[in-house]
C-alpha cells in the first residue's frame, strides 16, 4: 500500500483549519491522514505503543511519587511534564485501583457490618442500628440484606466523595504556605500527589501492616497516620521550600486537620448513606 496523504498538499488542517504544508498541522499538531494508516498492522502497531507507552509513564510517574516526596509536585510546577502522568489523571488510576483491590476497606468508611454489630467503637453505632432495621422492615427484608445494600451504597458514594476530598486538604495547604504559593492551583496540584500517594499507601502497604501486626480500629488508625508522618514532612519540606522547622511545625498541623477531616468524613458517610436510600 501507497503512503500517500489522503489530504492533498495545501488542503486544510480539519481541526483548525490552518492550510497543511507537511505531515503535521503547524498550529494545532494534527497530523495528515495517509492512506497506510488504515492498514491493520499499523492499527493494531499504535494500540500497542499506546498502552506500553502509558505504563511506562504510569510506573515512572508511582516511582516517583513514592521514591521522592514531593518532586513530581515540583517537576509539575516547572514544566516537566511529559514523562509523567497528570495529576488528576494519576488519582484517577490509583483511586480506580484502591477500590478494585480493596473496596471492601473500612478505612475510608466504615462498614455497616461492622457498625451494626458492635466491632467498631463509633459512637453513632445505636442510631445507625436503628435505622438499618427500620429500614429492613420497610422494605420487608432480613437485616443482614440491608446492611449488604448499604455497604454496596456506601462503597459508591465513597468513591465520588474523595474528590471533594482533596480541593478541602488544598484550601488547609494554602493557608499554611500561601506567601510561598497565592495560587490556590499549586496547591491543588502538591494535594493531589500526596492524596494519590495516601489511597496507594492504604491500598497496598496498609494491610500489609494489619496482616504483620494483627492489630483493628482506633490503634491501627493511630499506626497508619503515624508511618504517613515522614512522608509528610519530606514532601512538604521539597515542594515549599522551608527550613526543617516550620516544615515540621506545619506537617503536624496538616496531619491533625486530616485526622479530624477523616473523622468527620466517615461519619458524614454513614449518615449520608442511610438517609439518601
Request: with cysteine; glycine share 6%; hydrophobic share 45%.
Amino acid at each position: 500500500m501507497t503512503s500517500q496523504p489522503i489530504g492533498t498538499p495545501g488542503a486544510e488542517c480539519p481541526s483548525c483549519g490552518t492550510t497543511l504544508e507537511g505531515k503535521f498541522c503547524s498550529t494545532c499538531g494534527e497530523k495528515r491522514v495517509f492512506t497506510a494508516d488504515f492498514s491493520f498492522r499499523k492499527y493494531l502497531r499504535e494500540m500497542f505503543e499506546h498502552f506500553t507507552h502509558f505504563d511506562s509513564k504510569l510506573l515512572r510517574t508511582l516511582w516517583l511519587l513514592v521514591s521522592k516526596p514531593g518532586q513530581l509536585s515540583v517537576d509539575y510546577l516547572g514544566g516537566k511534564r511529559k514523562p509523567y502522568v497528570a495529576p488528576l489523571q494519576l488519582f484517577i488510576v490509583v483511586n480506580i485501583l484502591f477500590f478494585l483491590f480493596y473496596g471492601q476497606s473500612d478505612m475510608l468508611a466504615p462498614r455497616f457490618e461492622y457498625v451494626y454489630n458492635g466491632k467498631t467503637r463509633d459512637w453513632s453505632g445505636q442510631l445507625v442500628k436503628d435505622q438499618i432495621d427500620t429500614y429492613a422492615q420497610e422494605h420487608n427484608i432480613s437485616s443482614p440484606q440491608a446492611i449488604e445494600r448499604m455497604d454496596e451504597k456506601i462503597s459508591r458514594y465513597t468513591k465520588a466523595g474523595l474528590y471533594f476530598y482533596i480541593p478541602l486538604l488544598a484550601l488547609a495547604l494554602m493557608l499554611l504556605y500561601y506567601r510561598k504559593y497565592p495560587y490556590y492551583a499549586c496547591h491543588l496540584v502538591f494535594t493531589t500527589h500526596w492524596f494519590t500517594f495516601f489511597l496507594f499507601f492504604f491500598g497496598f502497604f496498609a494491610p500489609l501492616v494489619v496482616w504483620t501486626l494483627k492489630i483493628k480500629e482506633a490503634p491501627l488508625l493511630m499506626v497508619l497516620f503515624s508511618m504517613l508522618l515522614p512522608y509528610v514532612y519530606l514532601s512538604q519540606k521539597r515542594f515549599y521550600g522551608q527550613t526543617w522547622l516550620p516544615t515540621a511545625i506545619k506537617s503536624a498541623v496538616f496531619m491533625i486537620f486530616l485526622g479530624f477531616f477523616y473523622l468527620v468524613y466517615r461519619e458524614f458517610m454513614l449518615f449520608l448513606t442511610l438517609y439518601f436510600n
